[in-house]
């Protein structure tokens, strides 16, 4: 059978799994989920009556507006050296963003990862270097793990400005929230690589929404949406996994133990969605110093978005990209206002890239 | 961001401190140092998944196979990927 028809077999599926259902939306969490979503065409898959909405789960589109001024702060500091995962320095803070400081500069620099701004350090040991350690709990572990490094090593000039984020206490958020009605979620792959199935219980049990796990690939995809459909259309609120082999039932206790050991978990601002209790990691008080905030006495202010951008509502669901007054005109991947529109796996840059045309003469996505 | 690829280890060096343990991990031909202090449990042949220079997860061969599958489509020019017809407006 080739792939379309394989497809179109599930797309029926689909369909026939929320028939008589008027509406059903389900939140794909996972920003890489978005973009293989929008690259392969599944929505125009998906029956009329199925909403898919794309969730927070792009690590750059919620790193709090604070955060970014708090890192341009940083790397405004004489001899001091930011280092950053690449799609952080176009996000734009109150004043600019990283990019327009380095073309004035500053010395910052794009990592792949935390082990790298390590490394850094040690080459350059009459310069500070903070990381700026953004990301989910796929990231996260990484970061606990290179503080842990630069402790062993005994490396003095290397500190990171803390903003990982929690993706359980986001969704349950939005549930609380409860504006947008979410029928269930397609949960990120490789986020639960580290949490594990179990993570999701809670959204089952306390919540009463269905949770499937599901891989990258379009067919991946597709099999994790069918099977989250049937379980909301059978009402049953369960957690499945249909990325076994990759993810497991207890996910990656080593990981998460080396996480527990160098942070907290600390009640932290999104962006544009407001502060949500336990729901990001600071540094356990045993891993204070390495806090570049308090390292270099920089205080974390408020966030004042940009007028006008809905990036906020936009990754609860609440509005979509074109309903944004500067989607496509003030606001394009090449000049983005908000934080949606600047990393390629942003909901607004990916309508943006997939259904600019579409969205222009106000069609269905 | 939160994509992780997969890559087979080719060898690994021991280390002092206890997550100081790196491999060499081959990722399509390519070579590259990755930090094992996630995955304690892995060794030589074993296929990891690989997150922002460190191995999250030990795998096996096939599903190691299945991601790099997407990958490929994923970084391949548009017209040659899609599983389904584009959306129509
Ligand atoms: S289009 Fe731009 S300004 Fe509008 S919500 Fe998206 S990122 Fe914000």
Redesign the pocket.
């Given at each position: 059978m080739s792939r379309a028809t394989q497809a179109n077999l599930m797309a029926a599926q689909i369909a026939e799994a929320v028939k008589g259902r008027d509406r059903v939306q389900v939140m794909e969490v996972c920003g890489t989920h978005t973009v293989s979503i929008f690259r392969n065409g599944i929505r125009s898959l998906l029956p009329r009556n199925v909403r898919l909405i794309s969730g927070p789960g792009c690590p750059v589109c919620v790193t709090a507006q604070r955060h970014i001024d708090a890192a341009i702060e940083l790397a405004s500091r004489e001899g001091l050296v930011v280092a950053t995962y690449g799609d952080m320095i176009r996000v734009p803070g109150r004043l600019g963003s990283l990019e327009t400081l380095r073309a004035r500069g500053a010395d910052i620099r794009v990592v792949n990862s935390a082990r790298t701004a390590l490394q850094l350090a040690q080459r350059n040991a009459n310069r500070q270097v903070v990381f700026l350690a953004v990301g989910f709990e796929t990231t996260a572990p990484a970061t606990a793990a290179t503080i842990l490094e630069a402790e062993q090593l005994g490396i003095e000039n290397f500190s990171v400005l803390a903003s990982h984020k929690l993706v359980v206490p986001a969704m349950t958020a939005l549930l609380d929230d409860g504006d947008v009605p979410l029928d269930g979620f397609l949960c990120p792959g490789h986020v639960s690589v580290i949490i594990g199935v179990r993570a999701y219980d809670p959204i089952a049990t306390r919540y009463g929404k269905a949770c499937v796990i599901a891989g990258f690939e379009p067919q991946a995809i597709l099999v994790g949406l069918l099977r989250l459909l049937q379980l909301v259309g059978q009402g049953r609120a369960a957690v499945e996994n249909a990325y076994a082999g990759v993810v497991r039932e207890d996910g990656n206790p080593a990981a998460r133990r080396l996480m527990e050991r160098v942070f907290v978990t600390c009640d932290a601002p999104w962006r544009a969605l407001g502060v949500i209790p336990a729901s990001g990691l600071a540094l356990a008080p045993a891993y204070e110093r390495f806090d570049a905030a308090k390292r270099f006495d920089i205080e974390i202010g408020e966030d004042r978005d940009?007028p006008?951008?809905?990036?906020g509502e936009?990754i609860q669901g609440k509005v979509e990209?074109r309903e944004?007054g500067?989607?496509g005109s003030d606001?394009t991947p090449v000049h983005?206002?908000?934080?949606?529109?600047v990393s390629s796996e942003g909901t607004?840059a990916a309508w943006f890239k997939y259904h600019w045309p579409t969205a222009q003469r106000g069609g269905r996505a | 961001m939160c994509l992780a690829v997969p890559g087979k280890v080719i060898s690994v060096s021991a280390s002092e401190s206890e997550t100081g343990r790196t491999a060499v991990v081959d990722l399509q031909g390519n070579r590259v140092e990755t930090s094992l202090a996630l995955t304690p449990e892995a060794g030589e042949g074993d296929w990891v998944l690989m997150h922002a220079g460190f191995a999250i997860e030990v795998i096996d061969e096939d599903h190691a196979r299945e991601i790099w599958q997407y990958l490929n489509e994923a970084m391949a020019p548009e017209s040659s990927a899609p599983a389904a017809q584009q959306d129509q407006p």
């Open positions: 940009p006008g951008c809905r990036c936009v990209p944004c500067l989607f606001c983005p206002v908000g934080p949606c529109m607004c | -």
